[in-house]
């Protein structure tokens, strides 16, 4: 929810029925444990909650970044093809 609330400047108007940016981010997010676990960083007495909700929002910021700008992209790259 935070994520999409400091993008929303970005989004467009037309509702999907599914948002994948948030569905991978959430499964990346859900998955945190696991890897972070396996890269053996430091984090054992860290509870879990956090590094998940770390890694959902930085996922979810870096994606609707990253579809707004391809977006651009090609609105630009159609604007000059015509």
């Not at 994606?63 to 000059?80: M, N």
Request: aromatic share 12%; hydrophobic share 50%.
């Amino acid at each position: 929810m935070t994520a999409d609330f400091l993008t929303a400047k970005w989004r467009s108007n037309e509702r999907r029925k599914i948002d994948w940016i948030a569905s991978a981010a959430l499964l990346l997010g859900c998955t945190a444990p696991l890897y972070i676990a396996a890269a053996d960083i430091g984090l054992e007495g860290l509870p879990w909650v956090f590094p998940c909700y770390v890694v959902t929002f930085v996922a979810c910021v870096v994606g609707r970044i990253t579809a707004y700008r391809v977006q651009q992209s090609l609105q630009a790259y159609r604007a000059t093809s015509l």
